[in-house]
T-cell receptor, first 115, second 111 residues
Framework: DSGVTQTPKHLITATGQRVTLRCSPRSGDLSVYWYQQSLDQGLQFLIQYYNGEERAKGNILERFSAQQFPDLHSELNLSSLELGDSALYFC??????????????FGPGTRLTVL | GNSVTQMEGPVTLSEEAFLTINCTYTATGYPSLFWYVQYPGEGLQLLLKATKADDKGSNKGFEATYRKETTSFHLEKGSVQVSDSAVYFCALDNYGQNFVFGPGTRLSVLP
């Protein structure tokens, strides 16, 4: 158990819909990272937040957004969903903000299926 | 741009065999390099890392050396176990601004 929690574990929705994925980092970690893992794109970094502020941005679509709240949990919002958004979404956390290991501790992931 | 290339899998070995999974990278500057492991049905776990040239990362019998001259970070283990069966990802982090993963290499270890 990495100490990073993600909810829900599974999510099934339809095209055009909007969903919110939630992540709680390990106690004491200030950075939260979001990743997408799909069969065709592999593992891609989406975005990082550090202590409530956006720190780094990867291949995140404009239809996607994220935020980190004062209690340090983070939410990833995916809107106007398309079939290609079906993937496993991972959250990771780490203490530092910079090159601290891409988020050393990963959550179990949320599997999103768009029908 | 930054990129990571890994040897294609799957790699199938017998228990106690020697493991090498090749990883090479392209990046500007001096990125940090990582190996992550993903066991079936689980999230990724950081296996080891190296932050500068000639550094050797090691953990659980695995090791990898940051070779700037060959832009490589090959993963090795002297004697694999069935429990090492997983997908291994090589990754780089360029000053915390650009995180790139390789495609992953699936390892199967047979008893």
């Amino acid at each position: 158990d990495s100490g990073v929690t993600q909810t829900p574990k599974h999510l099934i929705t339809a095209t055009g819909q909007r969903v919110t994925l939630r992540c709680s980092p390990r106690s004491g970690d200030l950075s939260v990272y979001w990743y997408q893992q799909s069969l065709d794109q592999g593992l891609q970094f989406l975005i990082q937040y550090y202590n409530g502020e956006e720190r780094a941005k990867g291949n995140i679509l404009e239809r996607f957004s994220a935020q980190q709240f004062p209690d340090l949990h983070s939410e990833l919002n995916l809107s106007s969903l398309e079939l290609g958004d079906s993937a496993l979404y991972f959250c990771a956390s780490s203490k530092g903000a910079g090159a601290s290991g891409l988020g050393s501790f990963f959550g179990p992931g949320t599997r999103l299926t768009v029908l | 741009g930054n990129s990571v290339t890994q040897m294609e899998g799957p790699v199938t070995l017998s228990e106690e065999a020697f493991l090498t999974i090749n990883c090479t990278y392209t990046a500007t500057g001096y990125p940090s390099l990582f190996w992550y492991v993903q066991y079936p049905g689980e999230g990724l776990q950081l296996l080891l890392k190296a932050t500068k040239a000639d550094d050797k990362g090691s953990n659980k019998g695995f090791e990898a050396t940051y070779r700037k001259e060959t832009t490589s970070f090959h993963l090795e283990k002297g004697s694999v176990q069935v429990s090492d069966s997983a997908v291994y990802f090589c990754a780089l982090d360029n000053y915390g601004q650009n995180f790139v993963f390789g495609p992953g290499t699936r390892l199967s270890v047979l008893p």
